[in-house]
């Protein structure tokens, strides 16, 4: 059985950025990369817990999914790249997004999803180097993975490795289920030590 999601919070400024004092990893990427598919896949059901939409860039808010059994955070980030909103509209998701990855305490590391299909995008790039700026640990995730031959998730896999150095990319697909098992062991190893402190305070 896969862990439950449930939508606890929604924030849309800064002032609804509230600590939840339990471990916290976010997930980021483009506004086209397939982020709503994958938080539904990793939940495991039927009934869509986040909006799948044909427009990128609906996500436009901090959606904070808590994890159970597990008592920590998903937190989804607003896509960037191909929103269509205005200038200011995007500014004001930037800022709330650098908000929460500067100013979150629990946030434990930062799932960053990259479409298989593509070259490594300077976009994409700025956000690898922003969170290490930010001494934020990665988990690199290639999506759409059923959409690529062998040979070019060979070549992209690789690009991406020369980038990331010694955090090698998970390849992941919400049609077949590739690298569910694989990003929730990643996921939790990010929390383990604060899941240990908290079945040892039990």
Known sequence: MPPTLILETTAYTEGQLAHKDVPQVALAGRSNVGKSSLINTLAGRRKPIAKVSATPGKTRSINFYRVEPGGFFLVDLPGYGYARCSKSERAKWAKL??????????????????????????????????????????????????????????????????????????????????????????????????????????
């Open 97 to 202: 997004t650098q908000t929460y990855l500067t100013k979150t305490p629990e946030l434990r590391g930062v799932v960053i999803l990259l479409d298989s299909r593509l070259e490594p995008q300077r976009i994409d790039i700025e956000l690898v180097e922003y969170c290490r700026s930010q001494k934020l640990p990665i988990l690199p995730v290639l999506t759409k993975a059923d959409k690529c031959k062998q040979r070019e998730r060979a070549r992209v896999r690789k690009a991406w490795g020369l980038l990331l150095g010694n955090v090698p990319p998970l390849f992941f697909s919400s049609f077949t289920g590739e690298g569910v098992d694989e990003l929730w062991e990643a996921i939790h190893d990010a929390t383990a030590n604060d899941e240990q402190e908290q079945a040892e305070d039990a």
